[in-house]
């Protein structure tokens, strides 16, 4: 769960309308999540017959932890 607010001012604050302000928020429950992963890939044996379990076991595959909470915020100005 992610939470942005952005603000940009109206034209009535003159100069000030350039800005755009921001303020981000990620991961707002602050839950352990996966945020990517890759498949073990099939290998073959040296007769181009497919790798049994325990070759396949030995294998390792990657998962990627998501971020923690995190705050963002800024100014851009718009010329």
């Known amino acids: 769960l992610n939470l942005e607010i952005h603000y940009d001012p109206p034209a009535r604050f003159g100069w000030a309308h350039r800005l755009h302000w921001y303020f981000e928020v990620q991961n707002v429950a602050n839950q352990t999540y996966i945020a990517g992963a890759t498949n073990i890939s099939d ?3 040296t007769n181009g017959q ?3 379990t325990t070759t396949l ?3 390792t595959g990657s998962i990627y932890a998501g971020s923690p909470r995190a705050y963002f915020g800024g100014v851009r100005i718009r010329f």
Do not use: I
């Open 50 to 52: 497919q790798a049994g």
């Open 57 to 59: 076991m030995n294998s």
């Open 43 to 45: 290998k073959l044996q």
